[in-house]
């Protein structure tokens, strides 16, 4: 009998991480509440990427690499002990507001989405302990980690869908 209980009772813990890891991948992706930032990056202009719109204080290239590094460096953070972050806040942005080519944005998106993939992949992995301190951080768990890159990365694409509006690049349906 009461090893029955028992049972019962760690099936519904495995049952409700499985479900919290479900619902972290769905946040992570963008949720169900607005625009994927795959959406926000693809079409946008060439000729607008290192543009500023009026009253905006970024370009389209500094969002993107900016939630790059930080996305990298969150990912990297939660699964790498050797991980060096780049130095705050300049290590975080672009140098500068325009691509030096017309690769980079492509490359840079490219990475980003690769990465997001793999931040998906980690918090879906039932090896990784998502309560568990991260051995090389200071008190963060991968479930903080993976619930601060999806806050930053919406705020981010806001961001981003104002710009492109403003620019005038944005399909409107
Ligand atoms: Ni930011």
């Not at 479900?22 to 959406?39: M, N, Q, R």
């Not at 946008?44 to 500023?52: D, I, L, M, N, R």
């Not at 990298?72 to 325009?98: C, M, Q």
Request: hydrophobic residues 40%; glycine residues 8%; charged residues 25%.
């Amino acid at each position: 009998m009461k090893k029955t209980l028992k049972k019962k009772t760690s099936g519904n813990e495995k049952n409700q991480d499985k479900v919290l890891r479900e619902h972290l991948g769905y946040l992570l992706k963008g949720g169900g509440a607005h625009v994927h930032f795959e959406d926000a990056l693809m079409g946008f202009p060439k000729s607008k990427q290192g543009v500023f719109a009026k009253g905006l204080p970024h370009t389209g290239w500094q969002l993107l690499e900016h939630v790059r590094i930080a996305q990298w460096d969150i990912l990297e953070f939660s699964r790498n002990a050797k991980h060096v972050s780049p130095d705050f806040p300049g290590g975080y942005w672009p140098k500068t507001p325009l691509p030096s080519n017309d690769a980079v944005w492509e490359k840079s998106a490219k990475s980003f989405l690769r990465d997001l993939e793999e931040m998906i992949a980690l918090v879906k992995n039932p090896k990784a302990d998502l309560f568990a301190k991260i051995p090389h951080g200071s008190g963060q768990t991968i479930l903080r980690e993976a619930l601060l890159l999806a806050d930053h990365n919406a705020y981010h694409l806001g961001q981003l869908v104002d710009l492109r509006r403003a620019l005038g690049a944005w399909p409107e349906e």
